[in-house]
């Protein structure tokens, strides 16, 4: 089992900045992306972004140049840098960490933390 602890959420207002970190611990082995997703009151959870283990980025449309998703492999910890926040980025924020370990898919999930920008 993998456990996923997120910290970081909050209140800003709009313009603002929040850092997201999420560490993981437990059985890491074969872990390889991690990434943030994102559910806002009545849509679907949407991925943010995410991060391969060599560091390799992916952003949705709506977040790419205000968001930075960075990694520490040695603190196995992801961190999620939003700036200029919008009313429109306000849900919960869930951790992910995706890989593989023999022949066996691995998916877990954090607690999620709540970001809400005030307009």
């Known amino acids: 089992q993998v456990q996923l602890v997120e910290s970081g959420g909050g209140l800003v207002q709009a313009g603002g900045s929040l850092r997201l970190s999420c560490a993981a611990s437990?059985?890491?082995?074969?872990?390889?992306?991690m990434g943030w997703h994102r559910q806002a009151p009545g849509k679907q959870r949407e991925l943010v972004a995410a991060?391969?283990?060599?560091?390799?980025?992916h952003y949705a449309d709506s977040v790419r140049g205000r968001f930075t998703i960075s990694r520490d492999n040695a603190k196995n910890t992801v961190y999620l840098q939003m700036n200029s926040l919008q009313p429109e980025d306000t849900a919960v924020y869930y951790c992910?960490?995706?890989?593989?370990?023999?022949?066996?898919?691995?998916?877990?999930w954090g607690q999620g933390t709540q970001v809400t920008v005030s307009s």
């Open positions: 991060i391969s283990t060599g560091g390799r980025t």
């Open positions: 437990g059985s890491i082995v074969g872990i390889n992306t």
């Open positions: 992910n960490a995706v890989g593989a370990r023999w022949g066996q898919r691995l998916d877990y």
